[in-house]
């Protein structure tokens, strides 16, 4: 019925113009097609077990390729043999693939299969369907096209180029390498499971014999591709696998890294209670080895386990206790029975798992006598419980006290910082308008020639200038104590910065006679900071060092890595040593506190708020750096700024 049909359809497309033949294998690559469609549905069912879902595409490849061959015989036209001649390498590319796809999952590494390779694994065949397509230009895959007549029917024939022994080595390749995983794995499954793999591999092996023996010329059919009607032994030979060995029901996956491996003994029975397989844990257990009895009665081989066995059967139970009266070392087991189903819920066999359970037994043997020991000691520990408990809660009434203190203290401090910036917003704002007019006034006494008040002005101008730096010190106190202090992060060329620095604190270097001089490289670079507070950091110890030095030397030495390999490239050191009058320790351990002066006849003799050194400590801190200082009575003292050279806001 089937080549009656065919045949009436090829008549009426030569009644329209399309000469068509109907050869007499048509009918089995059709049947080969619909079979491997069939298969390619059951597999697809299935594709959540490992290697099923490469395989079915694997089969629509097959019905692909059968498909598109058939078309190439129907047609008597050489332009419409080439196009599905073409169209069935469609499927010809994939199809190895997809078999070593398939090798690589059903043996338990599927992990490999990341889209990345399996890209990589479709660069060729994507590059054969475009030279194949594009053959007309170049001839590298078939350097000649013509038809040959075989019986009464026209055969599309070629001279292949040299890009089609390229093809075919690849895809060689990667079926040879599938079926080495398979038959790597199959060599090391145990018998169960040999039949399947087995299957396997003669099943797909089929096709690509009989396309070596079509390429080689020792077919008996020279113009006449016998790999689709070889892919109908492979379907056939496929099916068998699904259908009688339940292929995808029971799949070794990591068969020697998990089953071999184990350090429980593992024993699979079948249906008439025989033995299929069991790990070496088991052998050695049995004192056997595997080989010896694999397919004997469980019962002959292993008595008390199968004793056991049939408790559980009986009583439906799927745990028990073996015990192994040996004179020198007696063992206890655990055994779990799992039943075995296939994909109707029928039973197949039993898998048996022996839990080693000795230690165990011995570990809660230990362990009651540890807690007998423990419950005698349980009674002496009462008494001192309430002791514990009494002094616990003293501890707690004075945790409580200690933590009420310090939140009243945290409260009291909150309020002076919001006191102290409040007063000092309050009065720099009439202050900055007394500097104001007061230089107003100057200004106009100077012309209006005045002269004599031009030294109270000024006099006027220092008081309010200095009240304004004590007022601007507290605020910035302020505002780093409650957490509002920001950086304002920029980059800047640090030699500029050292320039301002010098240039600004050259009149008071002058009024104490001293001399100034600064180390520094060429070019210190660029650095990414808040310049402001740099240069603040800068002026409050270059104006110690001139408030406390007469008649003496001052120093500015910035150190980078260019000349100091000691100091990272990451790190700007800011050196600044002096002539002066100098600390002791105890003065020392004193220079950052805030409001603290160091010595009261200082003080009054050189003048200072106490905050300088203390907001400078602080800036250093955030900007994510240090400053340290070393001192001498009567020698002078030197401090030390080390700041990153690329700063970030710190806490």
Not at 230 to 239: D, K, N, R
Request: with cysteine; aromatic share 8%; net charge negative.
């Amino acid at each position: 019925a089937i080549g009656y049909r065919l045949s009436a359809i090829g008549y009426r497309l030569s009644a329209i113009g399309y000469p068509m033949q109907s050869p007499s294998y048509l009918i089995p690559l059709l049947l080969t097609a619909l079979l491997a469609a069939l298969l390619g549905a059951v597999l697809w069912r299935r594709r959540k077990s490992p290697g099923a879902q490469p395989l079915a595409l694997l089969m629509a490849s097959v019905v692909w390729w059968t498909l598109a061959y058939m078309a190439s015989l129907s047609v008597t036209s050489i332009d419409a043999q080439l196009f599905w001649t073409n169209s069935a390498y469609v499927g010809i590319v994939l199809v190895p693939v997809c078999w070593l796809a398939f090798a690589v999952s059903y043996t338990g590494r599927g992990n490999l299969l990341t889209p990345r390779r399996i890209a990589l694994l479709l660069l060729l065949p994507l590059l054969t369907l475009l030279v194949i397509w594009t053959n007309s230009f170049h001839g590298l895959f078939r350097s000649a096209i013509f038809q040959v007549v075989s019986g009464d029917f026209l055969i599309l024939d070629t001279t292949l180029g040299p890009y089609f022994w390229l093809h075919t080595a690849y895809s060689y390749i990667l079926l040879l390498s599938g079926s080495v995983i398979l038959l790597h794995n199959l060599l090391h499954l145990a018998p169960y499971y040999r039949a399947q793999a087995g299957g396997l591999l003669i099943g797909v092996a089929a096709p690509w014999i009989s396309n070596a023996i079509y390429l080689s010329g020792s077919s008996p059919y020279p113009y006449l591709d016998l790999t689709p009607f070889a892919l109908l032994l492979s379907g056939i030979a496929i099916t068998w696998d699904i259908i009688r060995l339940d292929l995808f029901g029971i799949v070794p996956i990591a068969y020697n890294t998990v089953f071999q491996s184990m350090e429980d003994c593992v024993i699979v029975l079948d249906e008439q209670e025989h033995m299929v397989d069991l790990n070496p844990a088991a052998a050695l257990l049995l004192g056997h080895k595997a080989q010896a009895i694999i397919g004997k009665p469980f019962n002959q081989t292993f008595p008390a386990g199968a004793t056991l066995f049939v408790e559980c059967q009986q009583q439906k139970r799927t745990y028990n206790e073996l015990l192994f009266s040996d004179p020198d070392n007696a063992r206890s087991f655990d055994l779990r029975v799992t039943p075995i189903y296939d994909r109707h819920k029928n039973v197949k066999g039993h898998v048996l798992i022996l839990q080693d359970s000795t230690n165990r037994k011995r570990a809660a043997a230990e362990l009651r006598r540890q807690n007998e020991e423990l419950l005698a000691l349980a009674t002496e520990n009462a008494q001192l419980y309430q002791a514990v408990q009494q002094e616990l809660a003293e501890r707690k009434q004075a945790e409580s006290a200690m933590l009420l203190a310090k939140e009243s203290a945290e409260v009291a401090n909150r309020a002076k910082s919001r006191f102290l910036a409040n007063m000092s917003h309050e009065l720099r704002t009439p202050l900055t308008a007394i500097l104001g007019y007061s230089d107003m006034v100057a200004i106009e006494a100077h012309e209006s020639g005045y002269h004599e008040l031009e030294k109270d002005l000024a006099a006027i101008q220092g008081a309010g200038q200095h009240l304004l730096r004590l007022i601007n010190d507290i605020l910035d106190l302020t505002r780093i104590e409650a957490e509002k202090f920001n950086l304002h992060l920029e980059a800047f060329l640090l030699d500029d910065l050292i320039c301002q620095v010098a240039d600004t604190i050259m009149p008071l270097v002058a009024k104490n006679n001293n001399t100034f001089t600064i180390e520094k490289p060429d070019n210190c670079g660029i650095m990414h900071g808040d310049s402001t507070r740099i240069r603040q950091i800068l002026l409050n110890i270059l104006g110690n060092a001139t408030k406390f030095t007469e008649n003496g030397s001052i120093n500015l030495r910035v150190v980078t890595n260019e000349d100091e390999q000691a100091h990272p490239s990451s790190i700007v050191t800011f050196i600044v040593s002096d002539s002066g009058i100098g600390m002791n320790p105890a003065q020392q351990q004193q220079l950052f506190q805030d409001f603290v002066q160091i010595d009261d006849s200082t003080t009054r003799k050189y003048g200072g708020s106490g905050l300088g050194l203390a907001i400078t400590h602080r800036l250093c801190k955030l900007m994510g750096g240090d400053i340290y200082v070393e001192s001498t009575p009567g020698v002078g003292a030197t401090f030390t700024v080390e700041l990153p050279r690329h700063g970030e806001a710190g806490e």
